[in-house]
């Protein structure tokens, strides 16, 4: 398996690196006259797939956030009903004990 692992890790390696030498050319980035940044194409596309995963990783943490409280929330409630139910049940019945059970040293 880690060999699997390690052969993939090198084919995407390799088409990152064959990506970024075909898509060398430079682009020019301006915003009104706060910037004007000359960045070639491959650290514009990995720039905005770095931001994808970052926005989709805070995404997913405040996403496990909500459900944890969700579930809590939910266990809460379970908890509350089990009590209503053992409150509303009838005591255990307690045996009187026979006479052949009081004759026993």
Avoid: C, W
Wanted: positive net charge.
């Amino acid at each position: 398996m880690r060999i699997i692992y390690l052969i993939l890790l090198i084919i995407f390696a390799f088409i990152v690196v064959t990506f970024s030498q075909f898509n060398s050319d430079p682009v020019n980035l301006k915003y009104y006259n706060l910037f004007d940044v000359v960045v070639p194409t491959y650290i514009l596309i990995f720039a905005a797939l770095l931001a994808g995963v970052i926005f989709t990783g805070f995404y997913g943490v405040v996403e496990r956030f909500r459900l944890n409280r969700t579930i809590s929330k939910l266990n809460r409630t379970i908890r509350e009903l089990r009590k209503e139910i053992r409150a509303h049940e009838p005591p255990p019945l307690v045996e009187e004990p026979t006479t052949q059970q009081q004759d026993l040293p």
